[in-house]
């Protein structure tokens, strides 16, 4: 059983969520080749060891973390929400960090903050 850390509802087994996929960047739409958006879409490094993936935990707060995997053992060595970039222009390298950060679907709607807080 994998556990991802939520950062809204705290650990959760990985069937709650769905996986997204890993962090890719995105090329500029206004300069990028059809080579480039078909790299961008279609093709993954799948490879062995740590890396960043995006999950979407759509049985609880519906919100989207990334998490930080190693393929083969599936230990988790951190979790953020997506879109939050941290140290060193690193995304996830922050850590868990609060709800206001949150990044969703478009015209998605969530709760205002963590799960239990006061506010």
Known sequence: MILL??????PRD???????????????PRTA???????YLYLRA???GW???TWYHRM????????????????????STAGV??????????????AAESAGPPGATSPAGPAGSAG
Do not use: K, M
């Open 5 to 10: 850390p939520c950062a809204w509802c705290g």
């Open 14 to 28: 990985a069937a709650e969520f769905q996986h997204v996929g890993e962090l890719v960047a995105r090329p500029d």
């Open 33 to 39: 080749s059809q080579q480039q958006w078909r790299v």
């Open 46 to 48: 799948n490879r062995r």
């Open 51 to 53: 890396t960043v993936e």
């Open 60 to 79: 609880g707060c519906r919100r989207y973390i990334q998490v930080e995997r190693h393929t083969e053992t599936n230990e988790v060595r951190q979790a």
């Open 85 to 98: 970039t941290g140290a060193a222009g690193v995304t996830g390298a922050a850590g868990v960090t609060g």
